[in-house]
């Protein structure tokens, strides 16, 4: 697997957090039963479905409510609250859409199974450098908090860490490890330090 690439600015002084969730390739389909004309739009499906909360969805071939239909294959909206049936998407106000008659299908890539894996992340200098700056990990405490349920994989690096950061420039790498002991990049990328004005 080639891991993503994400570079971020962290502002020394204050808390830096980051929500990832991570996608298998398996495509899941969950068949519509009705969605509101309302602000946020409600969608209910004809079954439970796996979808948790915070996943990126597509919607298609809705017949009445065209409007929610996904104009591209790279478009998705995000379901912020989500119940065993229903998916609420708060980026979408349908009020003004036409009604809905029938069909559509909400379509989402299963998560992976967190919870056969651990993490760990750390920030160097440089890809060369044998300097550890910060390193996390998924024990208790050690900064990475993986959900199984919500699919997510959250890091925190703490005000007081942050803090103590005196680079202007590093990198950074996530990996994570499953029970078999298969290690598997996940994530890498540039930190750009900010400077703190209050301190």
Known sequence: MVPGKVNYKIYQG??????????TDTRYYANIQSITKSGPCVITTAANHTIPPGWR??????????EINMASDEDYYVANDVTSNTVTINQVNSSG?????????IEYNAPYPLQYYSAVMQIRPNVLSDTIILSLNSN????IVINPANGTITVTI???QTAAFNFAAAVYGIELTDTSGIVTPFLTGNITLV???IR
């Open 14 to 23: 204050t808390t830096f957090r980051q929500v990832y969730r991570w996608e």
């Open 195 to 197: 400077k703190d004005v």
């Open 97 to 105: 859409f036409s009604a809905y008659t029938s069909g559509g299908t």
């Open 158 to 160: 703490t005000a007081t």
């Open 57 to 66: 969805i597509r919607v298609t071939n809705v017949v009445g409510m065209k």
């Open 140 to 143: 208790a405490g050690g900064g």
